[in-house]
């Protein structure tokens, strides 16, 4: 028969309040100082938050802090921390199972609550203690003390003192409580009230899915009860399939469990074994072992009914070897039960007997009805089997006059009703939904239109505003455009007239006249080899020059080649009065790099003028080529005189045009081309201060082929 009752174990446990869990079993720094910094109530709470997580994984370490917050805590003065601290530590006890100091501490929490009439807080030590005389299969008390809590929880609500949702889900989770307990004693009816009045005011919390399953769960295990297994498998269903969506593990082994009793009454025996599977593992996973020996039980009649009794006998004696960890006196009661029919199936009449008294002993001290008349049933046959007839006639009334009492047709009739008016309440409460949502589906139709008519007036408004907005961006767009057309031609006009200005300076009068005196040198002096060699290596260079004057770029492989041919020229003409040497990174391809023509010509002319033309003895000039970091770097450096004795000798005014043009032409490759372009002049000198040379490095734009 279905034991869904005696496998819920409470989901609600009663708690305080404002409970924080702390995760810990030490102290940690900054909880030392904020123990140092607080008064007596302030520290007694840091200790309550610390046992709070720790009750069921270190109920020693919670008992202790349990302790160190009552110690700093008058007994003579109203505290709820002191509360706090008595429900800790009793469930510290209970997990420890050491249940009669549990019972001590909750009572001592009661008294304590009722010494300053504070109704809340006896309210929850009511339900708490309630709760533990349920776990503990102790009915009768449990009854009590639930019915005192109850009592006390609406009476704050009514009186309104507290409305708040989980002062509901209080009240809820006590009248679920009660329910529970009068189906264990065969009132249904009874139970049927608590549970409908549990759903309503867990209505009024407007608790989440989650929470209305676990009462629809209960209303599943009644309709099991009842023997309704189509209506209990229907909410089983729809419970399970939220709770293995949320993950939520307790609740799946639970509903497993009674899934499998439900399928093993439809008929569906290999189903009832899966799902009995299922709950065993989830059993195993989460240390539970009382539900573990209801799963055990009911699989080991599974099998009994089937005719297997090796199975069968095998997953009793699994139960049965779990015995002393049960504190539930209604599993245990249900436990011998079972061993009972078992032994009374093989026909071990004396093994059975001894079983079914232990379990009756058990039951009838809670008056546990719905286990009594099944245990009185079985003795009748276990008596009838051994020839004693006057036990076995005793055992049979008493069963059918307790069995006729919970389901007799009166009963069951008033209950039909009751399920009845409740079924029916909820579809009416699910149709005043459904109507709700409708006409607010309504209203929002209605909003929705008048909402759609202020956003297309606001859209058109938006709508213009970014018109006029991107016709005036447009327009200062070609504006801007424009202008920067006309600067790019300015920088055009400007770059072509320092280009035809530089190609000017760069054939300098001076330059040709004395090439061409340094020619007629050579004819006179009939030195036709030098003067053929000067000439061509002159109408070179002036080729170059003028071609090269026409491009904007050129390749390095040409520009280093000018400037070749510029410092032989310059060599012949003054007789070897310097030496050049060029150095240019082995990476560099020349002619696959393109830069402005002629950047370095004046840098070379101003070597040879202002450098190493006007030395003592030989000079040289060193042309470097390298690309750093992407960028071309040309170092022009002589060893000559130097830019301030030159200066010396110049002219005064003199005015070096070729390298005003040379610093404006950077200028307008700055603009145009917004790279890093660069040129410094630096005069290199000794550790006494005198010139040994001039030293100019260029940083210039290029292009790759």
């Known amino acids: 028969m279905f034991k869904t009752a005696c496998k819920l174990m409470m989901l609600g446990i009663w708690i305080v309040a404002g409970r924080t869990a702390f995760s810990q079993s030490k102290i940690n720094d900054s909880q030392v100082t904020l123990l140092s910094s607080r008064s007596g109530s302030e520290k007694a709470l840091l200790f309550n938050q610390l046992a709070d997580g720790l009750t069921k994984t270190n109920p020693r370490q919670a008992i202790l802090w349990s302790d160190s917050g009552l110690s700093l805590l008058s007994q003579f003065e109203w505290s709820k921390e002191r509360i706090h601290a008595y429900s800790n530590k009793a469930y510290g006890y209970f997990y420890l199972k050491n249940y009669d100091s549990s019972l001590i501490m909750m009572k001592e929490g009661l008294n304590y609550a009722k010494q300053f009439k504070q109704r809340k807080s006896e309210a929850t030590m009511q339900g708490q203690i309630g709760m533990f005389f349920l776990q503990k299969g102790e009915f009768d008390s449990s009854l009590v003390y639930n019915v005192k809590s109850i009592a006390l929880l609406k009476n704050v609500f009514e009186s309104a003192e507290d409305t708040s949702h989980l002062h509901l889900m209080n009240i809820s989770k006590a009248l679920g409580n009660t329910g529970q307990i009068f189906i264990r004693k065969g009132d249904y009816e009874q139970g049927f009230h608590y549970f409908v009045d549990?759903?309503?005011?867990?209505?009024?919390?407007?608790?989440?899915?989650?929470?209305?399953?676990?009462?629809?769960?209960?209303?599943?295990?009644?309709?099991?009860?009842?023997?309704?297994?189509?209506?209990?498998?229907?909410?089983?269903?729809?419970?399970?399939?939220?709770?293995?969506?949320?993950?939520?593990?307790?609740?799946?082994?639970?509903?497993y469990g009674n899934l499998g009793v439900v399928e093993k009454n439809l008929g569906n025996n290999d189903k009832a074994i899966q799902y009995y599977t299922l709950a065993l593992k989830l059993d195993e996973e989460l240390g539970n072992e009382e539900q573990k020996v209801n799963n055990l039980c009911n699989l080991a009649k599974l099998y009994l009914d089937e005719g297997d009794l090796d199975r069968a006998t095998l997953s009793y004696h699994q139960a049965l070897a779990l015995e002393k960890l049960i504190s539930s006196k209604f599993t245990l009661a249900e436990l011998h039960l079972n061993m009972g029919l078992i032994y009374l199936k093989s026909n071990q009449n004396q093994l059975a007997g001894k079983h079914l008294l232990k379990s009756l002993g058990v039951a009838e001290t809670e008056g546990m009805n719905t286990l009594i008349y099944k245990i009185e049933e079985a003795l009748s046959q276990v008596y009838n089997n051994t020839g004693n007839y006057k036990q076995a006639y005793f055992y049979h009334v008493k069963y059918h006059n307790l069995y006729d009492s919970i389901n007799n047709e009166n009963s069951r009739n008033r209950l039909s009703e009751l399920q009845t008016r409740f079924e029916t309440e909820k579809k009416e409460k699910e149709i005043l939904r459904l109507t709700a949502e409708k006409t607010e589906q309504k209203l929002a139709i209605i909003e929705q239109k008048s909402n759609l008519t202020r956003q297309r007036m606001i859209i058109f408004t938006i709508l213009l505003v970014l018109f006029l907005s991107a016709g005036l961006a447009y327009f200062l767009f070609i504006r801007y455009r424009l202008k920067q057309k006309n600067k790019h031609i300015e920088l055009?006009?400007?770059?072509?007239?320092?280009?035809?200005?530089?190609?000017?300076?760069?054939?300098?009068?001076?330059?040709?006249?004395?090439?061409?005196?340094?020619?007629?040198?050579?004819?006179?002096?009939?030195?036709?080899?030098?003067?053929?060699?000067?000439?061509?290596?002159?109408?070179?260079?002036?080729?170059?020059?003028?071609?090269?004057?026409?491009?904007?770029?050129?390749?390095?492989?040409?520009?280093?080649?000018?400037?070749?041919?510029?410092?032989?020229?310059?060599?012949?003409?003054?007789?070897?009065?310097?030496d050049f040497v060029f150095s240019i990174d082995q990476s560099i391809e020349l002619d696959a790099i393109y830069i402005p023509p002629m950047l370095m010509q004046p840098h070379i002319e101003n070597a040879i003028k202002h450098g190493v033309e006007k030395k003592e003895g030989a000079g040289t000039i060193r042309i470097e080529i390298s690309l750093p970091d992407h960028h071309l770097k040309c170092v022009i450096q002589d060893d000559g005189i130097g830019r301030e004795k030159s200066a010396v000798n110049q002219k005064k005014g003199h005015v070096s045009v070729a390298g005003k043009l040379t610093r404006e032409r950077f200028e307008i490759l700055k603009k145009k081309r917004g790279t890093h372009i660069s040129q410094v002049i630096i005069d290199q000198k000794d550790s006494h201060g005198n010139s040994i040379g001039t030293r100019v490095e260029l940083i210039i734009p290029f292009e790759k082929d």
Do not use: C, W
């Open 198 to 255: 549990a759903l309503k005011y867990r209505e009024l919390a407007k608790a989440p899915p989650e929470s209305m399953a676990k009462l629809t769960t209960n209303m599943a295990g009644l309709y099991a009860y009842l023997k309704d297994y189509e209506n209990s498998q229907k909410y089983y269903l729809q419970t399970l399939l939220l709770y293995e969506k949320i993950n939520d593990r307790a609740m799946m082994e639970i509903i």
């Open 492 to 578: 055009e006009n400007q770059n072509l007239q320092i280009e035809s200005r530089l190609l000017r300076s760069q054939i300098n009068p001076h330059f040709i006249f004395n090439a061409l005196n340094s020619i007629q040198h050579f004819v006179l002096n009939n030195e036709k080899t030098q003067a053929s060699t000067y000439l061509i290596k002159f109408a070179n260079l002036m080729r170059n020059v003028l071609s090269m004057s026409r491009k904007e770029m050129v390749s390095l492989e040409d520009d280093l080649e000018t400037l070749k041919i510029n410092l032989e020229l310059e060599k012949l003409r003054l007789k070897d009065k310097f």
